[in-house]
């Protein structure tokens, strides 16, 4: 039984991907998976083969405001997708598909 995690950053400010953005996801303070996003905003597998349980992801927005984002999730078996949506003063996620 695995879980994994894939993710992207819209900048809906500019309307367009967020590029670069460093996104970490720790389980219990450590770090199991790290990585920046692509031209298109995406990191298709920040992590595979997770085991399921509470984790938390960390994005790091092009932002004036939101320095650093944390979500707290619960992964069971299967493909979970967070995305974050980051303007210069508002944030909002969801679980994707």
Same mark, same amino acid.
């Given at each position: 039984? *695995?879980?994994? %995690? *894939? @993710?992207?950053?819209?900048? @809906? !400010?500019?309307? $367009? &991907?967020?590029? !670069?953005?460093?996104? $970490? %996801?720790?389980?219990? !303070?450590?770090?199991?998976?790290? !990585? =920046? @996003?692509? +031209?298109?905003?995406?990191?298709?597998?920040?992590?595979? +083969?997770?085991? &399921?349980? +509470? #984790? @938390?992801?960390?994005?790091?927005? &092009? =932002? &004036?405001?939101?320095?650093?984002? /944390? %979500? /707290?999730?619960?992964? $069971? $078996?299967?493909? #979970?997708?967070?995305? %974050?949506?980051? =303007?210069? #003063?508002?944030?909002? =996620? #969801?679980?994707?598909?």
């Amino acid at each position: 039984m *695995s879980a994994s %995690l *894939s @993710t992207h950053v819209l900048d @809906t !400010g500019r309307g $367009e &991907p967020a590029r !670069g953005v460093r996104v $970490e %996801l720790r389980r219990h !303070g450590n770090v199991v998976a790290a !990585g =920046s @996003t692509d +031209e298109d905003g995406r990191i298709a597998a920040l992590a595979r +083969e997770l085991r &399921p349980g +509470e #984790y @938390t992801i960390i994005f790091h927005p &092009p =932002s &004036p405001f939101f320095r650093r984002v /944390e %979500l /707290e999730i619960a992964l $069971e $078996e299967g493909h #979970y997708h967070v995305p %974050l949506l980051v =303007s210069p #003063y508002g944030c909002a =996620s #969801y679980r994707g598909s």
